[in-house]
């Protein structure tokens, strides 16, 4: 996942910061500790000259004979943490600590290989915070802060509203389409699986990608949403004037964990953008990345707007979601502005 230079030294700072901070921390803790316990200040004074001691023997600068280095200071690690609980400190008290004990705040972790040495690689908390500073850049974190399963409602999906091609009723087809989603997410790590979710305008498609969006980006999966029209705006940029930003965000494209591409359908359609389109959900379905789809367009529409090979491998790896129903911010206009009571659909 490249970042612009910019980003890049945003998130070190962040690190640096983090590393300052518990360093700062931990000097507090032991100076607290030390002045009611005065014996872990000769412990830690004894197992710094036991250090020392070791080094001059080594170097051939001392003559004093050698000694167990490891053994001695497990001797005095335990006195100090048998110290420590005694007088109600937990036993690490005086340790370093981190965020993350995994890359104990660095951003990078060194993997094992077995037939050489280690690669250092990014750390999954450096991966988060650059999808978190990624989307606190886009705004699209204060969307997700409403648009999500908590405030989804059932309620706006009639009972009574038949859809005349599938035989289903509104809600019908919006509980299957919630619990298609969250198979989605509850399987996002083994089942490579992409979603179309199809319909009329004001039936709740952009919301319903939403959610799956939050869940995701709250199980730290690098998530991108974009409209088509902004979507193709961008691959036109990097394709014709090849600039920095534009090139950086493209590769996000094809490399993030889930991309949305919203609204389909809405934009101006011409040759390059359905060979943009079939590259994109090539791209991803090659490289086992998944995608979700929203558009207002019929399958028939779907096939006479773009190409006869985009329509056939959008069918033939996508699951099929449809939203039908009474247009719902008109719903919400009727009522005055006022929703009616959310249920999580967890528990429906």
């Given at each position: 996942?490249?970042?612009?230079?910019?980003?890049?030294?945003?998130?070190?700072?962040?690190?640096?910061?983090?590393?300052?901070?518990?360093?700062?921390?931990?000097?507090?803790?032991?100076?607290?500790a030390e002045a009611e316990i005065p014996r872990l200040s000769e412990i830690r004074r004894e197992i710094a000259s036991l250090g020392l001691q070791k080094a001059r023997f080594m170097l051939g600068a001392s003559k004093e004979g050698d000694f167990d280095l490891t053994a001695q200071i497990q001797r005095l690690a335990l006195e100090r943490?048998?110290?420590?609980?005694?007088?109600?400190?937990?036993?690490?008290?005086?340790?370093?600590?981190?965020?993350?004990?995994?890359c104990k705040d660095t951003g990078f972790i060194l993997t094992e290989e077995e037939d050489g040495p280690g690669k250092v690689e990014k750390c999954s908390c450096f991966r988060k915070a650059a999808v978190d500073l990624l989307y606190t850049q886009s705004n699209?974190?204060?969307?997700?802060?409403?648009?999500?399963f908590q405030h989804f409602s059932f309620d706006f999906y009639?009972?009574?509203?038949?859809?005349?091609?599938?035989?289903m009723t509104a809600l019908e087809s919006a509980k299957k389409s919630v619990e298609k989603s969250w198979d989605f997410i509850q399987n996002f790590d083994h089942a490579k699986d992409n979603l179309l979710i199809y319909g009329d305008t004001g039936v709740g498609k952009t919301y319903l990608t939403h959610c799956i969006a939050k869940e995701l980006l709250d199980r730290s999966y690098f998530v991108l949403c974009f409209t088509a029209f902004d979507l193709f705006d961008l691959l036109s940029k990097n394709t014709f004037q090849k600039d920095a930003e534009s090139e950086d965000m493209a590769s996000f494209i094809f490399e993030c964990d889930l991309l949305i591409i919203d609204d389909l359908g809405t934009e101006l359609t011409n040759s390059f953008i359905s060979s943009q389109l079939f590259c994109c959900i090539n791209e991803r379905i090659l490289n086992q990345k998944a995608t979700i789809i929203s558009t207002n367009l019929t399958m028939e529409d779907f096939l006479n707007t773009y190409s006869e090979r985009t329509f056939s491998r959008v069918t033939s790896n996508y699951t099929m979601l449809k939203l039908v129903g009474n247009d719902i911010r008109i719903?919400?206009?009727?009522?005055?502005?006022?929703?009616?009571?959310?249920?999580h659909p967890q528990t429906l």
């Open positions: 996942m490249p970042l612009k230079n910019f980003q890049y030294d945003a998130l070190m700072r962040n690190y640096n910061q983090k590393q300052f901070l518990h360093k700062h921390e931990q000097d507090e803790r032991i100076q607290k943490s048998r110290l420590l609980t005694q007088h109600g400190y937990p036993e690490n008290y005086l340790e370093l600590h981190y965020d993350c004990p995994l699209i974190r204060d969307i997700l802060n409403t648009e999500n009639s009972p009574e509203f038949t859809d005349a091609s599938s035989g719903q919400k206009k009727l009522l005055g502005g006022k929703e009616k009571w959310h249920q």
